[in-house]
């Protein structure tokens, strides 16, 4: 899905949530949504990898959290989970051994390399298993070796 103005939610990630709302909850019911309808067509949530770069990677790591269950992978190219610094994630459910890969700048001037580690550290006691590559002065963007990654998660699934 394409956000709306190329924005999902108005504020930084890090912002307190309220001050995202009511767009992030539209948000997160619109990607709820999708997985629903391709559920319809036959394809279960663990053929479905949860993607994102940037707000797209926060939005696809906050879905994954707070709808834990298997799926087929979950991908936050410049991205973390979402929340003012210092949230404690208690999500409930288990990603049952879900396959994440997250990957990011040392140095990001948007999305601070603490905040992938601690998303990484979350989404792992939630059953992920997860990946975290920062790159040393990456720009904001999304570089071959997060895509390399990416496909042989992605192939690996369809295998399995």
């Known amino acids: 899905p394409q956000a709306a103005g190329n924005q999902w939610y108005p504020n930084r990630f890090m912002t307190p949530l309220a001050g995202n709302e009511p767009y ?3 948000a997160l019911a619109l990607v709820d949504g999708l997985i629903e309808q391709v559920g319809q067509a036959g394809i279960p949530p663990e053929k479905v990898v949860l993607a994102g770069f940037s707000q797209g990677a926060c939005l696809a790591l906050e879905y994954a959290g707070r709808n834990a269950r298997r799926y087929g992978g979950g991908v936050g ?3 973390g989970l979402i929340g003012p610094p210092g ?13 994440v890969f997250l990957g990011c700048s040392d140095v990001d001037f948007h999305i601070p390399a603490e905040r992938v ?3 990484a550290e979350a989404l792992r006691r939630l059953g992920g298993d997860v990946t975290m590559r ?4 990456m720009e904001h963007t ?3 070796d997060e895509l390399e990654f990416v496909r042989g998660m992605m192939g690996g699934m369809m295998e399995g």
């Open 24 to 26: 992030l909850s539209a």
């Open 77 to 79: 190219f410049s991205g």
């Open 87 to 99: 949230t404690l994630w208690e999500f409930n459910g288990s990603l049952e051994g879900t396959p």
């Open 117 to 119: 580690r601690e998303s």
């Open 134 to 137: 920062l790159y040393a002065g």
């Open 142 to 144: 999304i570089v071959e």
